[in-house]
């Protein structure tokens, strides 16, 4: 019996061996408020953000706060470059190859910044500052978990990125939301406060970057039907893992709108 375990043991030794020895990925929330903002802003097209990260990790930096002045000029020194190629050969030897080692550890990233869009059409006027963290008191002395998108009362909101829906339906503080998870980052995005869904929204529906999920209203801070406490605006919230860890919406957005 013991001779009958020790094959699967190792097998499952071997397998956590080779879990540890995989890159661990760099999460958003270790951004912290800011400075996912500070290296999207910095970067001269979509392909040159992760380099500049990758520079910062192999060189033992602060992500939640790169230092501006370095920052501005590694982004200098990339300007022009259309391939990651291109930029990793402008880097000396030894900081290349920290650099190489460093960006597998943005795959994760990657997933959740590209290939999404803004959830308002362009034609749209639409307002929204770093709200992130602001006190909240309805329900309880709380901080603000997402970025508030100002918008008319019934303008149509565009699912970010695909996803299945994983709930529907009236929550006391986001009114009428919509929870999605992304399908190549396992991300949940919450659209809240909307006046109603579009045909078809509901649990387990699959979701594709660019579907009409419902529109803008100003439902929520109270039992089901509450509506007018606050003006019409999208809550968008972004949260990590199935633990769902609130993180900043805000350059993500940001990013999308300009790239959208």
């Known amino acids: 019996m013991f001779k009958k375990l020790l094959f699967p043991l190792a097998l499952l030794l071997c397998a956590v061996l080779l879990m540890g020895a995989a890159p661990a990925q760099v999460m958003l929330y270790e951004f912290g408020d800011n400075g996912l903002t500070d290296y999207l802003e910095a970067a001269d097209g979509e ?10 990790l192999a060189q033992g930096r602060d992500l939640t706060n790169p230092k501006k002045d370095t ?13 990651q190629e291109e930029m990793l050969s402008k880097l000396g030897p030894n900081l290349r190859a920290k650099v190489e080692a460093a960006l597998p ?38 901080t603000h978990e997402g970025t508030d998108i100002i918008a008319d009362w019934g303008v149509p909101v565009w699912a970010t990125g695909d ?6 339906g009236w929550n006391t503080l986001g009114g009428w939301r919509i929870g999605v998870r992304g399908d190549s980052d396992g991300v949940y995005y919450y659209y809240a406060h909307l006046s109603s ?21 100003d439902t929520g801070y109270g039992p089901v039907g509450t509506s007018g406490v606050m003006i019409p605006h999208l809550h968008y919230g972004v949260y990590e893992g199935q633990v769902l860890r609130a993180v900043n919406a805000y350059p993500l957005l940001r990013h999308w709108e300009k790239n959208s």
Request: proline share 3%; hydrophobic share 40%; glycine share 12%.
């Open 47 to 56: 392909a040159t953000y992760p380099v500049l990260i990758a520079i910062d």
């Open 197 to 217: 869904y579009y045909d078809g929204i509901e649990v387990g529906a699959p979701v594709k970057k660019g579907q009409l999920l419902g529109f803008v209203g």
């Open 71 to 83: 920052l501005l000029a590694n982004a200098a020194m990339l300007s022009g470059c259309q391939t």
């Open 163 to 168: 996803g299945v829906i994983e709930k529907v």
């Open 105 to 142: 550890r943005l795959s994760y990233l990657q997933a959740v910044v590209e290939d999404k869009q803004y959830p308002f059409l362009r034609s749209v006027t639409t307002s929204y500052w770093n709200d992130w963290g602001q006190d909240r008191i309805f329900g309880g002395e709380r």
